[in-house]
């Protein structure tokens, strides 16, 4: 059974740094493409970032660019996601995802999918 578990959200200044995880169990972890989405209360849910199955091509968002980084550690099973110089509208839940097909993550149709992880970003 696949399980992902994010983790590391919370409540920061604008300007500052988080630190996102997302444990995955049930597959062979490496096997998968992988991204990060969100969703603010009332808007549609957007892709943040995926990462391809061979670790070195990754879609950021224009939002998000040179300033979020996502890797993955496959020994550990986990998928991270590093953001710094966060704004106001970067408040969001944020999803981890999963899906062997790439494609699949990037329009938002991965078939795995974690509970979320709330990040804040104040004034």
């Known amino acids: 059974q696949v399980q992902l578990v994010e983790s590391g959200g919370g409540s920061v200044q604008a300007g500052g740094s988080l630190r996102l995880s997302c444990a995955a169990s049930?597959?062979?972890?490496?096997?998968?493409?992988m991204g990060w989405f969100r969703q603010a209360p009332g808007k549609e849910r957007e892709e943040v970032t995926v990462?391809?199955?061979?670790?070195?091509?990754?879609h950021y968002a224009d939002s998000v660019k040179g300033r979020f980084t996502v890797s993955r550690d496959n020994s550990k099973n986990t998928l991270y996601l590093q953001m710094t110089g966060l704004k106001p509208e970067d408040t969001a839940m944020y999803y981890c995802?999963?899906?062997?097909?790439?494609?699949?993550?990037?329009?938002?149709?991965?078939?795995?999918w974690g509970q979320g992880t709330q990040v804040t970003v104040t004034s």
């Open positions: 990462l391809w199955t061979g670790g070195t091509l990754t």
């Open positions: 995802a999963a899906d062997p097909n790439y494609n699949t993550v990037l329009r938002g149709r991965a078939t795995y």
């Open positions: 049930g597959y062979t972890f490496g096997d998968f493409s």
